[in-house]
């Protein structure tokens, strides 16, 4: 009767055991949050909204955070290169700023527990996985656990969908309860593309093996299409031209000549093009491929990039009254509604600002933190790329044959560049479908240059 009054008190006993895994097997109990993290969900669906807790990742990442804490205090075991590693010091920059606008916030209560969850997703994922990833089979066990439970979800998602006939409308929610919305599972599908090829190209797999990574991929490929993201399509696109500026080594500053030749044009000739991308009527709640893609460019009248052009010109009027500390951390939701200009207001928009964010990586943060957060973010986004790059280039030269790890760091490389693609278009840091892999891929790009400095990457299998 106890246990059917307060049926929580089931999950006491896995409760002890991933107790128990933390303490002694804090290295598992990383491999653990990765296989859940796709499968995890979020108590607000259930809760009206009150609780916005996903399960059973957060509260592990808690946990692993409280005791990484206390043993880094009780006996330090991070090597002092980790500390000076510019991905390190730019997370570092961004955790310090965080704190300030904190305290300047004009929610505070918001911007601590916004804080708080950024603290939870970033130390014990870097921390615990410089020491994991010191194995290049760990680097491997995660790939398979993040594609093994991802390709779950989504054949969850295929089926549920196929009852709908594969329905527009209905692939934005057959997800549920494992993702929000069709774009952030979206941007996981990109991201299992990226790790599920890596899988099959990193090593001669035996037969049974190799056959099931093809299942795998024919999965993830049928649910990217049938995601209808325009993004997730987009950014597997994006992912193919870095994997050639890196296959090719095109030098980087031909990569900014080009890139500031584009923006340059582009403001020159924008009257032009804003005229041309007029002419798109295309909606995107269509379901052929090439319409969909084209209705990528309409900001005419398709409703969802009208308002995604709504929330940025919000999030830059935000900036502009406070482009110092910003309004704080977590609160662009919350304060976002009144900086709408009535001439930008779509048939989705909402006066009351209750619906999510500034659908963007980096200006969310500038009207969040200001200038100098916006920067801590580039510094962070750049350093990942340029040190995960020359690391791979690195260990193309090294005398030592790296092929497999090699392969498995451009994998890592690429799902990035799919993510922070993404990044340009929404924001999903906030939650673990993003920051799980997100996060673990910097502690993985860490530990492979410490080991290469170190001289003994363990090959381990």
Known sequence: MLFQDNYYLLTLPLVLII??????????TVLLVVFFTPLSVNLEEFTNGGVGLFIPTEPILFGLFLLVIVEQMRKPFIPLAFWKNPITISLGCYLVWLLMTSITSSLPLIS???????????????????GLFRHKIHIRQVFWLYAISMSAVILFTLIRHAGYQFGEEEGHWVMSPFFKDHTIYGAAVAMNLCFVVGLIGSKKNPLIIHLLLLSLLVITLIGLYFSYTRGAWLSVAFAFIVWLCIRFRIRFRYLLVTGIALITLTFIFWPQIEMELSRNSQEHTTTQFDEKLQSAANITS????????????AAL????ERPIVGFGPGTYAFEYAPYQDPENL?????????????????????????LIGFLTVIFFVAALFYKGITLYIRLKNHPEDHRELR???????????????????????????????????????????????????????
């Open 19 to 28: 107790l128990y895994m933390g303490v002694y097997a804090p290295y598992s």
């Open 112 to 130: 601590f527990k916004f804080l708080l969850m950024k603290l939870w997703y970033i130390i014990p994922l870097l921390l615990l996985g410089v």
């Open 302 to 313: 398709d409703a969802s990039n009208l308002e995604r052009l709504n929330r940025w010109d």
């Open 317 to 320: 009027s935000m900036f502009m």
């Open 346 to 370: 779509t048939i989705i928009s909402t006066n009351f600002g209750d619906r999510g964010n500034a659908h963007s990586e980096f200006l969310g943060p500038l009207s969040e933190t200001g």
């Open 407 to 461: 392969i498995l760091l451009l994998t890592a490389i690429l799902a990035m560049s799919t993510y922070f693609f993404h990044g340009l278009l929404n924001n999903y840091l906030d939650t673990d479908k993003a920051a799980v892999p997100v996060y673990g891929i910097c502690a993985m790009i860490i530990a492979i240059e410490l080991s290469l400095n170190n001289k003994h990457i363990e090959h381990k299998q």
